[in-house]
T-cell receptor, first 109, second 115 residues
Framework: GQNIDQPTEMTATEGAIVQINCTYQ??????LFWYQQHAGEAPTFLSYNVLDGLEEKGRFSSFLSRSKGYSYLLLKELQMKDSASYLC??????????FGAGTTVTVRA | IAGITQAPTSQILAAGRRMTLRCTQDMRHNAMYWYRQDLGLGLRLIHYSNTAGTTGKGEVPDGYSVSRANTDDFPLTLASAVPSQTSVYFC??????????????FGPGTRLTVL
């Protein structure tokens, strides 16, 4: 089975940095995904990590430590449009995804 | 480029009725998935299909059935709807290439209410 934990909610100020942590215990591992989901919309792909380390993509970065079962998504220079839910998902041995419950980030002016 | 489409967008259904949610993708992806999303529980996999002609059960398959007659379509059927099936349903597809990242792409969702 899969157990994926992430905080329920986070609030930050426009222009700030927010780090969303995700810990997982899974029976198999073929990578970790982060998705963004705005209210009432579909999840959209943000990042993928399969090796340890940091992947940077513009204002967003994602980190993975396989030995610790830990990942984080770093959002820099926050903008109002970054207010959304951020979903951590682990790919198992069959490449199916198990999702955490999501972290709702609210960006305040 | 449509990507993935789902129909209907929303539906209110009486308990006991049969309902089919439609999903079509035009990306020629091999794999397709159905999830339900409930507040506080995140996305949970209902059924999946790795390729046309094959299907498999996910985490919460009871009360649902699927078919995959061709590459593009992956309908989800509720044979006799119950109120606990009230949820937002997302269809997704992925290329299905092993050794991935096998990134999944999601449709816009169907909001289903069973009364």
């Amino acid at each position: 089975g899969q157990n994926i934990d992430q905080p329920t909610e986070m609030t930050a100020t426009e222009g700030a940095i927010v780090q969303i942590n995700c810990t997982y215990q899974t029976s198999g591992f073929n990578g970790l995904f982060w998705y963004q989901q705005h209210a009432g919309e579909a999840p959209t792909f943000l990042s993928y990590n399969v090796l340890d380390g940091l992947e940077e993509k513009g204002r967003f970065s994602s980190f993975l430590s396989r030995s610790k079962g830990y990942s984080y998504l770093l959002l820099k220079e926050l903008q109002m449009k970054d207010s959304a839910s951020y979903l951590c998902a682990v790919s198992d041995n069959d490449y199916k995804l198990s999702f955490g419950a999501g972290t709702t980030v609210t960006v305040r002016a | 480029i449509a990507g993935i489409t789902q129909a209907p967008t929303s539906q209110i259904l009486a308990a006991g009725r049969r309902m089919t949610l439609r999903c079509t993708q035009d990306m020629r992806h091999n794999a397709m998935y159905w999830y339900r999303q409930d507040l506080g529980l995140g996305l949970r996999l209902i059924h999946y299909s790795n390729t046309a002609g094959t299907t498999g059960k996910g985490e919460v398959p009871d009360g649902y059935s699927v078919s995959r007659a061709n590459t593009d379509d992956f309908p989800l059927t509720l044979a006799s709807a119950v109120p606990s099936q009230t949820s937002v349903y997302f269809c997704a597809s992925s290329p299905g290439a092993a050794g991935g990242p096998d990134t999944q792409y999601f449709g816009p969702g169907t909001r289903l209410t069973v009364l």
